[in-house]
Structure formats: structure tokens, C-alpha cells
């Protein structure tokens, strides 16, 4: 068994067939017709079958691509580092959620950069599920999500923690309120992120207690695609402030809620490793940026920073 079978093998699995496949490895067909089949002998099993002539993926296909894939991507990583060997590049790699990848990180890396042109980041996008197996895993050297996570091999630095709050379009009833609450949302479609999130028990409970039963029209996954429903007039959401400032468009409008319902957003590091000096550099870069960005929001944002001798803490 050797990469170039498992490279065949991946292609396949991608582009749904063997033409296109050689297309992209710059093989014959019939060389990767070979090599698939060099492939199947040596695992003993029956990959593709033919449907309606279609390759259609066997379970053992299914099965092998997880560990073809984990394999070409630790090749690859290796491979850059002995490319990168002689060079005085570092390289930063990380993962976050789709809520704090697409304005957050852009502007801390934009910063960062300028004080430190020679870092090259990669960073990746999961769910915080995915984010804490990635972790697990040693994929990256850390990571952004919002708690709770727990490990025995990661450690969580609390950087950040604000509240619930209440997104709607601008032109909406409720945005001429200072704060919104249960009540102010008795007879609203409501967007809600799922039920695995840990502070959405939190938010229903919040409308038990005052007697209401909250008309739920949009459950989603993360807050940005929360927002985004927002803005389309599908409904209002109660999602985390922080991840909402990131994520809502100039239309909207961004209300606390009340009661208080906190979430923390923490660093994700491997425990026991030594925090790097490019690490340390992006997390006052990240904390410069969301502090910024909360006093033109003007929502409620604690900080919490660490520092040699614990944690500050910096109430907004």
C-alpha cells in the first residue's frame, strides 16, 4: 500500500468518477483504473460498484476515506514542515466557528500581520464539536470557541464574556427598546440556535418563567446563519452577543436580553505546552479588536485577560 494508491483512492471518493479523477492526478484512466484495483486487493474489499453506470461507493469505501484522508493530510503537513525547515517563517495554525471567522479574524490577523509580517496562519472552520475534537487531535496549536468544553488533555483560557441578545431588522418594533425581554417577544417568530447549544435550555427557561412559550420558526446550528435569517425578516434571535457583533450586517439591529444569560468565549490550548510568543502577540491583537468593536455596539463585553499574575478583569 503506498500515498499514490490513497491519493487515487481520495480522488475517486471526491469527484465521483475515475476519468475525472486522472484528470486531476495527470494520469491515464486506465493507470488509475490500475491502481484502484491494487488498492481493493491488498484491503480485501470492494470499494466502487457500479450503479447505472456510476461508481457508487461500497460501506468499505465510506469506512477507508476517513483514515486515506487523515493520512495525505499528515503527509502534506510533514512535508511543509521540511520545506520550511530552513526558513525563519512560523507558522500559526488554529480553528474557530463560522461566527467568528468572517469579520473577527480577518481584522486580528490584519493587525497582527503589521506587527508581524514573517507569521503564516492557517486557520480552520468547524463546529465547536469539531473545533474540540481537532484540538484532541493536536491539529492545531489552538482554538477559539465559546464554553463550556472540557477535556483532560486541553486547557480553557476565558478571554470574553457578554450575554445574550436580541437581533432583528432596524426598522423593527422592538429596536426602539433599550433592552428586550420574554415578554417584548410574546407574539414574535423566534430564531433559535439547536438544542445541543448549552445556553438554549437557558433562553426557554427564561421564556417559561414569565409564562410564555416562544414561537420558534428557525432552529440553526450557528449564529451567523442566525443573523443571516434575521436580516431576510424570517424572525428575531436571541443568540451570544459577541458572535452576533461579528456576524450581523448593517441592517440589523443588536438589543441586549434580558435576563442575563452569560457566555464565554476562551483560548483552547494543548494542556501542558508552553504558550508562544506569536500566540501571546494574537491574543492582545484579538483583545484590542473586540474591545473596539464592543464600544461601537455598545453591549455589555467583560474581558478577561490573562496576564503573569492571573486574570484582569475589564467590564465595559
Do not use: W
Amino acid at each position: 500500500m503506498d500515498l499514490r494508491q490513497l491519493e487515487v483512492f481520495e480522488a475517486i471518493m471526491r469527484s465521483g468518477s475515475v476519468s475525472a479523477a486522472a484528470r486531476e492526478l495527470g494520469l491515464t484512466q486506465s493507470a488509475v483504473s490500475r491502481i484502484l484495483a491494487r488498492f481493493e486487493a491488498q484491503l480485501g474489499a470492494l470499494l466502487f460498484a457500479r450503479v447505472n453506470g456510476r461508481l457508487s461507493p461500497t460501506r468499505h469505501a465510506n469506512g477507508a476515506l476517513p483514515q486515506a484522508r487523515g493520512i495525505l493530510e499528515a503527509v502534506s503537513a510533514l512535508q511543509a514542515m521540511s520545506d520550511n525547515a530552513g526558513s525563519k517563517r512560523r507558522d500559526l495554525t488554529f480553528v474557530t466557528v463560522p461566527s467568528l471567522s468572517y469579520e473577527l479574524i480577518p481584522a486580528v490577523l490584519r493587525d497582527f500581520l503589521k506587527a508581524c509580517p514573517d507569521v503564516r496562519f492557517g486557520f480552520d472552520v468547524r463546529t465547536t464539536e469539531a473545533t474540540v475534537d481537532a484540538m484532541v487531535r493536536s491539529e492545531a496549536e489552538f482554538a477559539l470557541v465559546a464554553l463550556p468544553v472540557s477535556h483532560p488533555t486541553l486547557t480553557a483560557t476565558p478571554l470574553f464574556r457578554t450575554s445574550s441578545c436580541v437581533v432583528m431588522p432596524k426598522g423593527h418594533r422592538l429596536a426602539a427598546l433599550s433592552k428586550i425581554g420574554p415578554q417584548d417577544l410574546a407574539r414574535e417568530r423566534m430564531i433559535f440556535l439547536l438544542r445541543r447549544q448549552p445556553t438554549r435550555q437557558l433562553i426557554e427557561d427564561a421564556f417559561h418563567r414569565a409564562g410564555l412559550q416562544p414561537e420558534i420558526c428557525v432552529e440553526t446550528s450557528n449564529v451567523a446563519t442566525a443573523c443571516r435569517c434575521a436580516s431576510e425578516g424570517l424572525g428575531v434571535a436571541v443568540v451570544n452577543a459577541m458572535m452576533a457583533g461579528y456576524s450581523a450586517t448593517p441592517n440589523l439591529a443588536i438589543r441586549p436580553f434580558e435576563p442575563r444569560i452569560h457566555h464565554t468565549v476562551a483560548l483552547i490550548e494543548q494542556a501542558g505546552r508552553e504558550r508562544s510568543p506569536e500566540l501571546s502577540l494574537f491574543i492582545d491583537c484579538l483583545t484590542a479588536e473586540v474591545r473596539q468593536k464592543f464600544a461601537s455596539l455598545a453591549l455589555p463585553l467583560d474581558i478577561l485577560k490573562p496576564n503573569h499574575s492571573g486574570t484582569e478583569y475589564l467590564g465595559s
